[in-house]
């Protein structure tokens, strides 16, 4: 079993930065995309941010030039950094894996989900 544990949510102010980790455990044979989607209140889950094995990215417009996506493939991690944030940012932020657990297995897995808020 694939497990996407998440860390770095948190309250900040317009204006502020924040980080965002997400550690992917369990019988891994590789990932593909890894990423962040988020979920504000009343609203319908949007990407955020992904990136491919191969180092490509896709943002969101509303973040480009204020989020960036990266990763640490050896550790299978992926991280957020968020400057510049606004209170639209407010969301429940969610790691994103499409993964093959096996060669012929592959499955996109989700996190729990960290709040992120921004006041202003």
Not at 79 to 88: A, R, V
Not at 96 to 109: F, I, Q
């Amino acid at each position: 079993q694939v497990q996407l544990v998440e860390a770095g949510g948190g309250s900040v102010q317009a204006g502020g930065s924040l980080r965002l980790s997400c550690a992917a455990s369990g019988r891994i044979f590789a990932i593909n995309t890894m990423g962040w989607y988020r979920q504000a209140p009343g609203k319908q889950r949007e990407l955020v941010a992904t990136m491919s094995s191969e180092g490509s990215t896709n943002y969101a417009d509303s973040v480009k030039g204020r989020f960036t996506v990266s990763r640490d493939n050896p550790k299978n991690t992926a991280y957020l950094q968020m400057n510049s944030l606004k209170p639209e940012d407010t969301a429940v932020y969610y790691c994103y894996a499409d993964l093959r657990e096996l060669p012929w297995r592959r499955t996109d897995y989700w996190g729990q989900g960290t709040q992120v808020t921004v006041s202003s």
